[in-house]
């Protein structure tokens, strides 16, 4: 999801007869659905979880806005760039929310951004896909965020309450972003033949990219084990993206689009959508830096940093000096 | 280089009458801009009508290895709260 891969701080999950007296009392709070606030006692790898994936999930946020940032000078309307301009701005608050969650447990915001820098910190593999015309707008908020929004509100109930509370806001505003693409995605499937195509062209590019948001299979995703029993995740991979597909494919009927790809089908049995892999090749390349946008990413946001610092710097000697002058005085 | 500007609390009074509460947290070099900031950030939709920005350092918290004897004396003094009192039906609502 935004938050991928994230490898657990501690390799399997430490069964209760090796716990320490403190773990073991750790876990029951846990177990008793009660939130861990920041002063209290933690496990350490339960706090390098944490930053990890609060982390990661901030700064996918941030980056999160530049596929999108791509297209506001060029929305085809007044009032279609003022709502995306207002949805890029509350990913701004978004990572915020997350940064300042994660520096309850001890990280500095600075820090988490130089790791994110140096490249030794990921965010999300979506945003290292291309946004190549203004359906693709629309298919982020209606399937990006939509993904977002099955991932978030299960994490509302998250174990650790700055954690747990920035989801619940996030998703407050979340709601606004699915829906706004959804919007934007309908005029174009209900226009002319033409931008019916380019609405059902930006489906099935963005398909794939969005299932694999959820992250690979349970069966191979070896580090949520412990992840789970911390209920630092709630869901697992698979039972999300199940959600996902539940909740999109009629979506997509009402559109009147094709179906992204043929293995999609109602299946009785199960009560749910089966639906094909996408290429966990792809994925894992995506990952590891070679997705058509990495590059790019990494550099819009290195070139913001940098051009921001005057500007953080500037300000913060002028507050020293006022504040040295009230002292004098 | 580390110049990080300080962490303040933000704290915001929504429009009917509540009092303020604690809505997060953001960065900023003073008062000034903490405010501004958290209008952008925490007011975006109606969310209140006055702002109070603390920095964070200035806050004093009660420890939770505390939790026990901090709150203790009046766990043990439910006649505190007004259903530990049985009142006649007949007397009406009180």
Sequence with gaps: MYAQLIKTARSGITPRDEMTDQEREFQDRIDRNEKIEPKDWMPDDYRATLIRQIGQHAHSEVVGQLPEGNWITRAPTLE???????????EAG???????????????????????????????????????????????????????????????????????????????????????????????????????????????????PA????GPHDSDSTHSEQSMAWKIKVKSNDELRQQFVDQTIPQIEYLGLDLPEPGIKWNEERGHYDF??????????????????????LAARQKAWDDGEWVRDG??????????????? | MSN???????????????????????????????IKNARDVYTRRNEGVSIWAVEAAHIAASSPEEKGPLYEPSNTKVYRHPTFFDIPEEVGHM
């Design chain 2, 4 to 34: 990080e500007w300080p962490l303040w609390e933000i704290f915001i009074r929504g429009q009917h009458g509540m009092s303020h509460r604690h809505v997060g947290s953001l960065h900023a070099p003073d008062a000034e801009m903490a």
């Design chain 1, 276 to 297: 094909s892999d996408p290429d966990w090749d792809e994925f894992m390349d995506v990952i590891r830096g070679n997705g058509p946008c990495n590059v790019d990413r």
């Design chain 1, 94 to 208: 978004h990572g915020l929310y997350l940064y300042s969650a994660a520096e309850t447990l001890g990280e500095s915001r600075d820090e988490l951004v130089r790791l994110l820098h140096e490249g030794r910190m990921k965010y999300s593999s979506i945003f290292n896909y291309p946004t190549l015309n203004w359906a693709d707008i629309g298919a982020v908020g209606w399937l990006v965020d939509g993904a977002a929004i099955v991932n978030q509100v299960a994490l509302q109930r998250t174990s650790y309450g700055p954690y747990s509370r920035a989801m619940v806001r996030i998703c407050k505003e979340e709601s606004f972003h699915a829906r706004q693409g959804y919007h934007a995605i309908m005029q174009m499937a209900f226009g002319t033949p033409a931008q019916k195509q380019m609405a059902q062209d930006a489906l099935n590019r963005l398909w794939f």
């Design chain 1, 315 to 329: 300000l913060m000697a002028h507050a020293k000096k006022k504040a040295a002058k009230l002292a004098a005085e």
């Design chain 1, 80 to 90: 279609r760039k003022a709502i995306l301009l207002a949805k890029v701005q509350d």
């Design chain 1, 211 to 214: 299932m694999m948001m959820f």
